[in-house]
Structures are given as structure tokens and as C-alpha cells.
């Protein structure tokens, strides 16, 4: 006991430390802007000519570098000028400048005010549209992390301004012929200031394109490479259909497909391993009816009324050779998976990489290999690098045409990443396979669509027929794409209110299935119901996210440290 106290101790005390180092870490150093004055002069070329100084206050901590971003958004490029302090001596610096502006600079350690100045031009940063200059600027950056207790903007234009109008950014507190100068306290983190106002035309400069200019180009564009993706994918169905003096099995490919086993089948019917969690509920169903899984169910009352199944997976005591499957290895990722332990359904068919991985080892078998087409292979293999080469330009493009607003590599990146998703596509479509592996996979579609087709006619007409038919075709039915939950309980309903007691009491249940809970068939194909409805719910157990961003001229952030 007094072991146990003493080892609880020590972690409270060792947590009490780290929490003591973790607040002292984050304390160390504190800082915000005092006063950050911009000024900014257009020259006769429609440069803006920027002078930045700003004053930090450093709180707590001592500091020994900082650093200022200014991205090239809305300017043509970006020139250093100078950097300079007001009270401290600077040790070195590192520029990089062009399509955006990064400086670093270092100083002697130190506490309290420090005042730095920063010089640079922002080329072409002035707008003409419609007889009339625009400023659009984003004078104080959102990326600073850190606030700013008073901002002070002066603009100094080359001329008297005529017509002026503030669009955003707040009117100037004061105009004096051609300087405007503006005044805001208590900026926060990430704010940012950013200035637009229009007036009368003072210097031409050549209009900026918009998207809007090259609308012709753009729609132009897209009809072509619109054009070229559908001749790619219909391309690609050509190309998995047999060649056309060969279409129909021959009397050894007949031969064939009937020595497959359902795992081959289903192998083939899902070769690129997508469908996971539908393929591993059918396999899971098929193995019960061999007895390599036991399927445990429960029929649990629910909550606000009716039944539910719980199916439990485990493994047999001694795992017995089958003539159905010749070599139990491949499966061994499942069996490991289900283990010593009960697992539930529902959490095993959701791990997709399971059937992809039994998927590639059934890939290795000698007969599986006899399935793949090498020419196949290369023209898939080929469409994938063209697409990812595509999609590498498309993604370069169409970020030069976020940093620089140069309109013109906009076009090209949606054409080359509509291209790019058509290959994708293409190598989505093209299977590497032999014709007659072609043959065989459209026969056991075929026959997946019978046994469906065949089902929904005996529900219509016989329910006992359904009933057996069900019964005798669990694992097909689960492998079966168009097989959803709601459409096997509209069909379920269909044969409760058709099939009497005594037909339902006359169908013998699936030995495997046969287990506490479950009395009569109709039991039986409850449990295939909430099956399929887990199968759907792991398959739509996907999601994904997306963010954006925009503003004017200029803007950034900087830090000090």
C-alpha cells in the first residue's frame, strides 16, 4: 500500500513539474506591436514604394531575431530596398525577394522597445479599370499571430486625388492634397488591414486581365479537354472488351470459369480489392457455410421497441482443409483479425485493407497470374504517370496563378487537370487483364444479376421459392452491388406477408446460422437484413474536407523570436 502511495506521488509530482516547465516554456517569451507605421508612396510607374517601422515591445523574454513575409499577391514582383534599426545595431540579415518578399534579421539580445524599419517596392501594385485608379492593398497583414496596439498608414499618391471613393478599409482620417492618412488602434491576431479606394485616373497602367476576360478562351478550353476525356474513358471501355472475334467463352474458358471457386469469383469480380466491406461480409457468410468462421447472433430487443441481430465472429477450435479453398494462407489477415476473441461483425467488414491484402496474395497464385495482360498492364501504368504528370503541371499553374494573379496560367491549369482527372479515370477503368479473364468477370456478373433478377421474381410470385432461394444464396447476395439494405427489407416484408407459419416453419435454417436467438427461416433472413444495412453503412463511412483564402495586394505576417 504505502509502495502504491509513494508511486502515486511521484506522478503527481513529475505531471506538477511538467505542467510548471510546459507554462514556463510558453511564458518565456511575450510580445506584442506597439506602433507599426506604413508608408507607402505610388511612384510614376504605379510602384508602390513601402516603408515599414515597426515597433515591437517585447514583455517578457529576450529576443534575438524576427522576420517579415509579404506575399506577391497583386504586385508584378517584389524589391528589397533596405532594412535598418531605429535603436538597436543589426548583426546580419537574409532576403529573398521576386514573386514574394522574407526577411530575417538578427540583433543583441534584448528587452523591452526595439524599433525596426523595412523598405521595399511592390512593382506595378497600382490598378486602371474604367478611367480610374484602384488601391487595393492589404497594408497590414493577417498572418501576424500577435496584436497591434496602434497602426499608422500614410499614402502618398502623385497627384491630388479627384473622385476618390473608400471601398474598404475605412475613410482616411485626414487628406492633405496627395497624402491620406489613416489611424487604427487595437488590431487583433490575424485581422489584418487591408485599404481599397478608387480615383479619378492620374497614371495608366495596363489593365490586369480577370478570368472574366478570358471567359471565350476558358469555355473554349474545357469543350476541348471535356472532348479529349470522353474519348479517353469511352477508349478505355473499348479496350476492356474482348477483341471482337472473341467475344463468347470459348468450351475450355467455360471449363475454367467452372473450377472457380467463390473466393475466385470474387476475387475477379472485385480484382482492384475497392469494395471491402461488401466483399468481406459475403466472404465471411461463405467461410460460415464452410465452417472455417462461426457466426454467433443474437436477436436483442431495441431500445424504443423491435429486434436487432448481433453477429459475433470467432474461429473454430481446429481450422479443417477444405477442396473448396486449396490454401487457407491467403486468408490468414482475416483469421488474424478475428482471433482468439469475438469480434462483431460490423467492425471487421469495415477495414477494407483486410480484402485488399487477401486480395494481393491471391495475386501471387500461378493460376491468378495467368489472368493479367501485360499489354493491359502498360497502357494502365502508362495513363497513370501521364495523369500524375498532368496533375503535377495543373497544381504548379494554378498556384503562379494564386501568388501572382497572372491570369493567363489559369487556362492552362484547368486544362491540363481535366486532362489529368481523365487518366486518372482511364487507369480506374483499364484492368490489367486477359480477354478471357475479361469473359469470365461479365459471366460472373451475369450471373450475379440472374440470381438478383430471379429473387425479385420470386417475390412477386412464390414466397416459399424466396425464401430457399435466400437461404441457399447469402453470400451472393451480399456480394451483390445493387443488393442494398432497404431494397432486401422491402423484399423481406414481401415474404412475411405472403409466406404462411407453416411453409416458414417447413424451410430448414442454415446449421451455421442456427444459433440462439433464432427460430425459423424468417429469423434467418433478418439477420442478412442487418447485415447488408452494416455493409452500407460501412461502405458510406466516408468523408473529406476543404478550406479557401483570398484578399488584396501585399499583406503577410512577420514574428520575432
Known amino acids: 500500500m504505502k509502495k502504491r502511495i509513494i508511486f502515486v506521488s511521484l506522478i503527481l509530482i513529475l505531471v506538477s513539474v511538467l505542467s510548471l516547465n510546459i507554462n514556463q516554456v510558453a511564458a518565456e517569451q511575450v510580445y506584442r506591436i506597439e506602433n507599426y507605421l506604413i508608408e507607402m508612396e505610388i511612384n510614376s510607374d504605379g510602384d508602390?514604394?513601402?516603408t515599414e517601422e515597426i515597433e515591437y515591445n517585447f514583455i517578457e523574454g529576450e529576443f534575438s531575431t524576427a522576420y517579415r513575409e509579404v506575399p506577391g499577391r497583386g504586385f508584378a514582383e517584389i524589391d528589397f530596398i533596405a532594412i535598418s534599426s531605429v535603436d538597436r545595431q543589426l548583426i546580419n540579415y537574409n532576403v529573398s525577394d521576386g514573386s514574394s518578399l522574407e526577411v530575417d534579421w538578427e540583433y543583441p539580445e534584448t528587452t523591452g522597445l526595439a524599433t525596426f524599419r523595412i523598405e521595399y517596392a511592390g512593382r506595378a501594385g497600382l490598378i486602371?479599370?474604367?478611367?480610374?485608379?484602384?488601391?487595393?492593398?492589404?497594408?497590414?497583414?493577417?498572418?501576424?499571430?500577435?496584436?497591434?496596439?496602434?497602426?499608422?498608414?500614410?499614402?502618398?499618391?502623385?497627384?491630388?486625388?479627384?473622385?476618390?471613393?473608400?471601398?474598404?478599409?475605412?475613410?482616411?482620417?485626414?487628406?492633405?492634397?496627395?497624402?491620406?492618412?489613416?489611424?487604427?488602434?487595437?488590431?487583433?491576431?490575424?485581422?489584418?488591414?487591408?485599404?481599397?479606394?478608387?480615383?479619378?485616373?492620374q497614371i495608366s497602367m495596363p489593365e490586369r486581365a480577370s478570368i472574366r476576360d478570358y471567359s471565350a478562351?476558358?469555355?473554349?478550353?474545357?469543350?476541348?479537354?471535356?472532348?479529349?476525356?470522353?474519348?479517353?474513358?469511352?477508349?478505355?471501355?473499348?479496350?476492356?472488351?474482348?477483341?471482337?472475334?472473341?467475344?463468347?467463352?470459348?468450351?475450355?474458358?467455360?471449363?475454367?470459369?467452372?473450377?472457380?471457386?467463390?473466393?475466385?469469383?470474387?476475387?475477379?469480380?472485385?480484382?482492384?480489392?475497392?469494395?471491402?466491406?461488401?466483399?468481406?461480409?459475403?466472404?465471411?457468410?461463405?467461410?460460415?457455410?464452410?465452417?472455417?468462421?462461426?457466426?454467433?447472433?443474437?436477436?436483442?430487443?431495441?431500445?424504443?421497441?423491435?429486434?436487432?441481430?448481433?453477429?459475433?465472429?470467432?474461429?473454430?477450435?481446429?481450422?479443417?482443409?477444405?477442396?473448396?479453398?486449396?490454401d487457407l494462407k491467403v486468408l490468414s489477415e482475416l483469421f488474424d483479425e478475428i482471433g482468439d476473441n469475438e469480434k462483431k461483425l460490423e467492425k471487421v467488414i469495415t477495414k477494407s485493407s483486410l480484402w485488399r491484402k487477401i486480395v494481393d496474395k491471391y495475386k501471387e497464385k500461378a493460376e491468378v497470374k495467368a489472368w493479367k495482360s501485360n499489354y493491359r498492364k502498360s497502357i494502365r501504368s502508362t495513363s497513370l504517370l501521364i495523369g500524375l504528370l498532368l496533375m503535377a503541371i495543373s497544381i504548379g499553374m494554378f498556384l503562379d496563378f494564386v501568388i501572382s494573379d497572372r491570369v493567363i496560367t489559369f487556362l492552362p491549369a484547368v486544362f491540363t487537370g481535366i486532362l489529368a482527372i481523365g487518366?486518372?479515370?482511364?487507369?480506374?477503368?483499364?484492368?490489367?487483364?486477359?480477354?478471357?479473364?475479361?469473359?469470365?468477370?461479365?459471366k460472373i456478373d451475369n450471373e450475379i444479376d440472374e440470381r438478383r433478377e430471379r429473387l425479385e421474381e420470386l417475390v412477386e410470385t412464390d414466397s416459399l421459392a424466396a425464401l430457399k432461394l435466400i437461404l441457399s444464396n447469402l453470400a451472393w447476395l451480399l456480394a451483390d452491388d445493387k443488393?442494398?439494405?432497404?431494397?432486401?427489407?422491402?423484399?423481406?416484408?414481401?415474404?412475411?406477408?405472403?409466406?404462411?407459419?407453416?411453409?416458414?416453419?417447413?424451410?430448414?435454417?442454415?446449421?451455421?446460422?442456427?444459433?440462439?436467438?433464432?427460430?425459423?427461416?424468417?429469423?434467418?433472413?433478418?439477420?442478412?437484413?442487418?447485415?447488408?444495412?452494416?455493409?452500407?453503412?460501412?461502405?458510406?463511412?466516408?468523408?473529406?474536407?476543404?478550406?479557401g483564402a483570398g484578399g488584396g495586394a501585399g499583406g503577410g505576417g512577420g514574428g520575432a523570436g
Open 48 to 50: 508602390f514604394i513601402i
Open 128 to 201: 486602371s479599370s474604367d478611367g480610374r485608379n484602384i488601391v487595393d492593398w492589404q497594408a497590414l497583414g493577417t498572418d501576424w499571430d500577435v496584436p497591434v496596439e496602434n497602426a499608422r498608414v500614410i499614402i502618398s499618391l502623385p497627384e491630388e486625388p479627384d473622385g476618390i471613393e473608400f471601398i474598404d478599409g475605412g475613410e482616411p482620417d485626414s487628406i492633405s492634397y496627395a497624402d491620406l492618412y489613416f489611424e487604427r488602434e487595437n488590431i487583433e491576431p490575424g485581422e489584418g488591414w487591408r485599404i481599397n479606394f478608387s480615383f479619378s485616373e
Open 217 to 326: 478562351w476558358l469555355i473554349g478550353l474545357l469543350i476541348i479537354a471535356l472532348i479529349l476525356v470522353i474519348y479517353r474513358i469511352v477508349d478505355s471501355y473499348k479496350l476492356m472488351k474482348p477483341d471482337y472475334n472473341n467475344v463468347k467463352l470459348l468450351d475450355d474458358e467455360i471449363i475454367q470459369y467452372n473450377n472457380l471457386s467463390f473466393l475466385e469469383k470474387l476475387l475477379l469480380y472485385d480484382y482492384k480489392g475497392a469494395k471491402g466491406p461488401r466483399m468481406l461480409a459475403a466472404l465471411i457468410f461463405y467461410l460460415g457455410k464452410l465452417n472455417l468462421i462461426q457466426l454467433r447472433v443474437d436477436i436483442k430487443d431495441k431500445f424504443f421497441g423491435g429486434e436487432k441481430a448481433e453477429i459475433k465472429l470467432a474461429l473454430p477450435e481446429e481450422m479443417t482443409e477444405t477442396e473448396e479453398i486449396d
Open 423 to 442: 487518366e486518372f479515370i482511364r487507369y480506374a477503368v483499364i484492368l490489367p487483364l486477359t480477354d478471357t479473364a475479361i469473359k469470365i468477370r461479365e
Open 483 to 547: 443488393m442494398t439494405g432497404s431494397k432486401f427489407k422491402k423484399y423481406r416484408k414481401e415474404i412475411e406477408k405472403n409466406i404462411s407459419d407453416k411453409e416458414a416453419e417447413s424451410l430448414e435454417v442454415p446449421h451455421w446460422l442456427a444459433v440462439d436467438g433464432l427460430e425459423g427461416a424468417l429469423k434467418a433472413i433478418e439477420v442478412v437484413e442487418y447485415t447488408m444495412i452494416a455493409v452500407y453503412a460501412a461502405v458510406a463511412s466516408t468523408s473529406a474536407s476543404s478550406g
